[in-house]
């Protein structure tokens, strides 16, 4: 990599409410909420908080728009205190900060998402400007959930695709992370980006939507197909790596054909709190090895490390803790075998 240092994130700026619900109940039958919590959500503001939390010895850098509002400012104020540079996180009086409902069933863990798009679907191209950052690395995330880069463009695919270009242009390495819609919109708008991504990070389902290998049978996970799907999304035009993570662990297929696997760690029963943004957490802990240069396998175990420590909290933050503190679970608790 180059001179550069630290990474910049950018794309859905979310407020969850995280309801936890005695039952997911049937059209027209009543579910109880037993408490409500106010966090972080979207693919920026969780990897960024989730690095900070972490320890990340580099800048943090945010970019997106929120609104004038009680959550828009709850947003400013959590960057400003945790160190995350806000100069690109603009406001804007058109829509109001984006928010979501997460019903969480309190004996699984299992969530459902209720989304306000706010002022996430006005996020546009102009409203990044590499010039004004010295960071290595931009994530981009979610793809399907953002209205304006989501849209077709005739020179890269899709506007998103050319926002990564520019970053590539500009001597950023690049990231992406999907939302997992049940459509067939994979193709048109993930696909495109791919061009332009150096680290392409999504769960089995979104790779599964993306290339159409069916990935998971039942229960099981099938690694063939899941192997097949990689290397489609590499040739499909992911520069470095393609990383895809799933409850039962993380795998990696790098461009040079090297493969690498990590197990989920062995949390004890009652553990698990909440799942909602254990994705992102994994993907914070993939991309703080990454900027600290770790091989893949140890990038692989702080992704799952981190997301274990994700899942001892209702929201999709409150449980990180240092990177220490978060390998420390898989020293104390072990790690499934792939």
């Given at each position: 990599m180059n001179s550069r240092k630290g990474l910049l994130a950018g794309g859905n700026w979310i407020v969850d409410a995280v309801k936890m619900i005695d039952v997911w109940p049937q059209q027209d039958a009543l579910a109880n909420i037993s408490s409500e919590t106010r966090g972080t959500g979207g693919s920026p503001f969780n990897v960024l908080v989730d690095l900070a939390l972490l320890g990340a010895h580099?800048?943090?850098?945010?970019?997106?728009?929120?609104?004038?509002?009680?959550?828009?400012?709850?947003?400013?104020?959590?960057?400003?205190?945790?160190?995350?540079?806000?100069?690109?996180?603009?406001?804007?009086?058109?829509?109001?900060?984006?928010?979501?409902?997460?019903?969480?069933?309190?004996?699984?863990?299992?969530?459902?998402?209720?989304?306000?798009?706010?002022?996430?679907?006005?996020?546009?191209d102009g409203?990044?400007?590499?010039?004004?950052?010295?960071?290595?690395?931009?994530?981009?995330?979610?793809?399907?959930?953002?209205?304006?880069?989501?849209?077709?463009?005739?020179?890269?695919?899709?506007?998103?695709a050319g926002v990564l270009a520019r970053?590539?242009?500009?001597?950023?390495?690049?990231s992406i992370d999907a939302v997992s819609e049940d459509s067939d919109r994979f193709s048109k708008v993930v696909l495109p980006a791919l061009k332009y991504t150096d680290y392409c990070i999504m769960n089995?389902?979104?790779?599964?939507?993306?290339?159409?290998?069916?990935?998971?049978?039942?229960?099981?996970?099938?690694?063939?197909a899941l192997r097949k799907s990689m290397q489609q999304l590499l040739e499909a035009g992911v520069r470095e790596r393609v990383i895809v993570?799933?409850?039962e662990g993380g795998c990696a297929l790098s461009k040079d054909g090297s493969w690498a696997e990590h197990g989920s760690v062995i949390l004890p029963e009652g553990y698990i709190k909440g799942a909602a943004g254990a994705g992102d957490a994994f993907t914070a802990g993939v991309l703080l090895g990454w900027q600290n240069g770790l091989p893949v396998e140890e990038q692989l175990r702080l992704?799952?490390?981190?997301?274990?420590?994700?899942?001892?909290?209702?929201?999709?933050?409150?449980?990180?803790?240092?990177?220490?503190?978060?390998?420390?679970?898989?020293t104390r608790f072990g790690f499934r075998a792939l």
């Open positions: 580099f800048p943090l850098e945010a970019v997106g728009l929120v609104g004038n509002d009680h959550n828009g400012r709850y947003i400013l104020n959590l960057c400003h205190q945790l160190g995350i540079q806000t100069q690109a996180l603009h406001i804007t009086e058109d829509a109001p900060t984006s928010y979501t409902d997460v019903m969480t069933v309190s004996g699984n863990g299992r969530r459902t998402f209720f989304h306000a798009r706010g002022a996430n679907a006005l996020l546009d409203d990044f400007d590499f010039t004004k950052s010295n960071a290595q690395i931009f994530h981009l995330g979610y793809l399907l959930l953002l209205d304006r880069l989501d849209r077709p463009c005739a020179t890269y695919g899709t506007v998103a970053a590539q242009a500009a001597g950023l390495k690049t089995e389902f979104e790779a599964s939507h993306v290339t159409g290998h069916e990935i998971r049978v039942g229960e099981n996970l099938d690694k063939g993570h799933f409850p992704g799952v490390c981190t997301a274990a420590a994700n899942l001892s909290d209702e929201t999709c933050t409150g449980g990180i803790r240092s990177a220490s503190e978060c390998l420390a679970l898989g």
